[in-house]
């Protein structure tokens, strides 16, 4: 028999009985269209957090003293604006070297005390974050020699304090001191509390807080380099240069962002790759479907197949045209499936913010026919292979 002749059969066999196909190959569609939305969502959110990661500069170098919770870490361990001076001098890759000292603090609003991170910031503090200023302006260079007090603060807090009005040369009270505010800022990318920077948070000249602390101690130091490419070198040069500035006691934990950008693509491909065995779970479930179908099928058709082959249809035609049969429900379910799995995330797009786009793999589509139809032949063949070694006597006989 040829080719065609054993399709249609197949074909035919399979309209014969559509809701038991279309039933059978639910599971099917269910695990394509998983297997695309499944790398969508993990490419989609990876590509998010890996943006959200560099925004905040995957070119920095920050470095902060280790602190003992059991004692007092003595003065000259704690970094200072001599090292920041030093890295400036020193560091050949280094193109912006900034540092601040955080503080907690409470603000006065409407008779009641508020918390709010208080950060003193040095020069250049703006370029390594990125800060953009919403209103007003931000310190100049007056302002940093003068010890002025004005102050920036979040877009959040300024909200809450002052509400619809204009905030910038307004007066912002914390503990004893009264701040005049000159702008209102925000992070150029969102860093969830990531940053020193939170959500309500005020930002005043170090030479304000080096004033009234009497010391000139940074929480951080941080460094910028021309690109990332440098960050490795400047890594080690920081850590060597505060070492040689301080006593051989104290620790030092100079980090970067190609760390954390590392970490977050191997737990993004970890998640993703969760996932996917997941998804092949339950194409496995489903291939079992198809196969206790396909088997039920194989019973009930033993006449028809015994006449088949007592007009001499050939144990090959016989194995092809069953095996067909599993192939046609598991790549119609494959297609049905892969449609829906591309179409959700489409649909999705127009109801997401212009800058996040949701892409669409096109190996998970082909991986997912692929495995859809490989489930299918698989699980399809051992009802096939029983059909096909069916004798003719005994196959008429069957009731």
Same mark, same amino acid.
């Given at each position: 028999?040829?080719?065609?002749?054993?399709?249609?059969?197949?074909?035919?066999? @399979?309209?014969?009985?559509?809701?038991?196909?279309?039933?059978?190959?639910?599971?099917?569609?269910?695990?394509?269209?998983?297997?695309?939305?499944?790398?969508?969502?993990?490419?989609?959110?990876?590509?998010?957090?890996?943006?959200?990661?560099?925004?905040?500069?995957?070119?920095?170098?920050?470095?902060?003293?280790?602190?003992?919770?059991?004692?007092?870490?003595?003065?000259?361990?704690?970094?200072?604006?001599?090292?920041?001076?030093?890295?400036?001098?020193?560091?050949?890759?280094?193109?912006?070297?900034?540092?601040?000292?955080?503080? !907690?603090?409470?603000?006065?609003?409407?008779?009641?005390?508020?918390?709010?991170?208080?950060?003193?910031?040095?020069?250049?503090?703006?370029?390594?974050?990125?800060?953009?200023?919403?209103?007003?302006?931000?310190?100049?260079?007056?302002?940093?020699?003068?010890?002025?007090?004005?102050?920036?603060?979040?877009?959040?807090?300024?909200?809450?304090?002052?509400?619809?009005?204009?905030?910038?040369?307004?007066?912002?009270?914390?503990?004893?001191?009264?701040?005049?505010?000159?702008?209102?800022?925000?992070?150029?990318?969102?860093?969830?509390?990531? %940053?020193?920077?939170?959500?309500?948070?005020?930002?005043?000249?170090? %030479?304000?807080?080096?004033?009234?602390? +009497?010391?000139?101690?940074?929480?951080?130091?941080?460094?910028?380099?021309?690109?990332?490419?440098?960050?490795?070198?400047?890594?080690?040069?920081?850590?060597?240069? @505060?070492?040689?500035?301080?006593?051989?006691?104290?620790?030092?934990?100079?980090?970067? $962002?190609?760390?954390?950008?590392?970490?977050?693509?191997?737990?993004?491909?970890?998640?993703?790759?969760?996932?996917?065995?997941?998804?092949?779970?339950?194409?496995?479930?489903?291939?079992? +479907?198809?196969?206790?179908?396909?088997?039920?099928?194989?019973?009930?058709?033993?006449?028809?197949?015994?006449?088949?082959?007592?007009?001499?249809?050939?144990?090959?035609?016989?194995?092809?045209?069953? $095996?067909?049969?599993?192939?046609?429900?598991?790549?119609?379910?494959?297609?049905?499936?892969?449609?829906?799995?591309?179409?959700?995330?489409?649909?999705?797009?127009?109801?997401?913010?212009?800058?996040?786009?949701? !892409?669409?793999?096109?190996?998970?589509?082909?991986?997912?026919?692929?495995?859809?139809? %490989?489930?299918? @032949?698989?699980?399809?063949?051992?009802?096939?292979?029983?059909?096909?070694?069916?004798?003719?006597?005994?196959?008429?006989?069957?009731?």
């Amino acid at each position: 028999m040829h080719i065609r002749e054993v399709m249609t059969v197949a074909v035919d066999a @399979l309209r014969a009985n559509k809701l038991r196909a279309v039933l059978t190959s639910i599971g099917v569609i269910i695990g394509s269209a998983s297997i695309v939305l499944v790398v969508t969502v993990a490419l989609t959110s990876q590509k998010y957090v890996i943006s959200q990661i560099e925004a905040m500069g995957s070119n920095l170098v920050w470095v902060e003293m280790v602190k003992t919770p059991e004692k007092a870490q003595p003065l000259s361990y704690e970094i200072n604006m001599d090292d920041l001076e030093a890295a400036k001098a020193q560091l050949p890759d280094a193109l912006v070297v900034a540092g601040f000292k955080d503080l !907690p603090m409470a603000v006065v609003v409407g008779g009641r005390t508020r918390p709010v991170q208080l950060i003193g910031v040095t020069v250049g503090y703006q370029q390594i974050r990125r800060l953009i200023i919403l209103r007003g302006r931000y310190f100049d260079a007056a302002d940093m020699e003068a010890r002025s007090k004005v102050s920036l603060i979040t877009k959040a807090l300024a909200d809450r304090v002052f509400g619809v009005e204009n905030p910038v040369g307004r007066q912002l009270r914390m503990g004893e001191l009264t701040f005049t505010v000159v702008g209102v800022f925000k992070e150029r990318a969102e860093t969830y509390g990531f %940053s020193e920077l939170q959500k309500e948070s005020v930002i005043i000249p170090f %030479s304000l807080i080096k004033y009234y602390t +009497g010391t000139d101690v940074l929480s951080t130091l941080q460094v910028q380099t021309p690109g990332s490419e440098h960050v490795a070198v400047v890594e080690k040069q920081l850590g060597r240069l @505060l070492k040689s500035r301080h006593p051989a006691a104290a620790e030092y934990n100079v980090q970067t $962002l190609t760390a954390v950008l590392s970490r977050a693509k191997t737990i993004s491909l970890a998640l993703r790759i969760v996932l996917i065995v997941i998804v092949f779970i339950a194409l496995l479930i489903s291939g079992i +479907g198809i196969m206790n179908i396909m088997l039920v099928t194989v019973k009930e058709r033993t006449r028809e197949i015994g006449i088949r082959k007592a007009i001499g249809a050939a144990r090959d035609e016989i194995m092809w045209q069953f $095996l067909i049969e599993a192939f046609l429900i598991s790549g119609g379910g494959a297609v049905i499936g892969i449609l829906i799995g591309v179409g959700i995330p489409v649909i999705v797009q127009q109801l997401l913010p212009g800058n996040l786009r949701v !892409p669409i793999s096109g190996m998970s589509v082909i991986l997912a026919f692929l495995v859809s139809c %490989s489930t299918g @032949l698989f699980f399809g063949w051992l009802p096939a292979r029983q059909a096909a070694a069916l004798e003719p006597v005994e196959s008429l006989r069957y009731e």
